[in-house]
């Protein structure tokens, strides 16, 4: 029945190219006007450098005098030979997100608002020992400038999403990515060879119900690092033998 109903919100998924206001818009402009002033903001004496591998670098913002049991994440990462737009790309499209979000046990699209933005409802790994989690997202896809796209991922509650089954988190996640190409080349003699997709990635993500704060921040800990690496190599399989998405 869940595929069914699926397959109709597919098939009623806007054109390419239409942005239509809906019920979300005012929620989504208004984190994004957040969620941007945070990713530009320079990590000085606030953050703390919890994990560097090759170009990773990943920062984290303690909010424990906030009483609050998880952290605002910031992590930077260069991905070479692929551009934003493919990297967003990748991270949006819900038909290859099973490739790379190990998180993720299945997710059902609730809605397509308009062909850059969806409803979903996740519902996550198990994590011992606490309660299994769900979430419910809007996705939503756009370009900043000519080099420049980014995905916002929000919770946000909606009709569909199937309540008390399981203990619903909250997330609010920004991925910005930004094609980054040899000063004042002409883009169509380049190759793969010369550029490399900059990445900004923030995440805040509340566990919604009980977990032990250890148990978090070890899956935390573990697992940023893990996605990065995973959008790394599976964009790269994905895009590498095709021409380039400027
Ligand atoms: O940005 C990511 N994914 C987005 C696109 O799919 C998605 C964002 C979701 C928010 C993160 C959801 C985290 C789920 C955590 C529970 C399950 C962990 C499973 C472990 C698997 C073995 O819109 C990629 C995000 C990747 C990184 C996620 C790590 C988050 C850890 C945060 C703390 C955990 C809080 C949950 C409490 C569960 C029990 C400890």
Known sequence: ???????????????????????????????LKENLKLADEPVEEMWLLTHEEGQMTVYTRNEEAAGETTDQLKAFHFIPGLTGREVCSYFFDTDLRLEWEHTVEKFFVLEWLDNNTNVCHNIHKRVWPTAQRDSCILSHMRQLNTNRWMVQNTSVDHDDAPA???????????????????????KSKLTRADIGAKLTYLAYVHPGGWAPASVVKAVSKREYPKFLSNLETHSLKHFSSQPILW
Not at 9 to 26: E, I, L, T, Y
Request: hydrophobic share 40%.
């Open 164 to 186: 008390n089954k399981y203990v619903r988190l909250t997330a609010n996640v920004l991925l910005m990515a930004e094609t980054q190409v040899p000063a004042s080349a002409d």
């Open 1 to 31: 029945r869940e595929r069914e109903l699926e397959a109709q919100r597919v098939a009623n998924k806007p054109a390419p190219g239409s942005v239509m206001s809906h019920q979300f818009s005012s929620l989504l402009e208004g984190k």
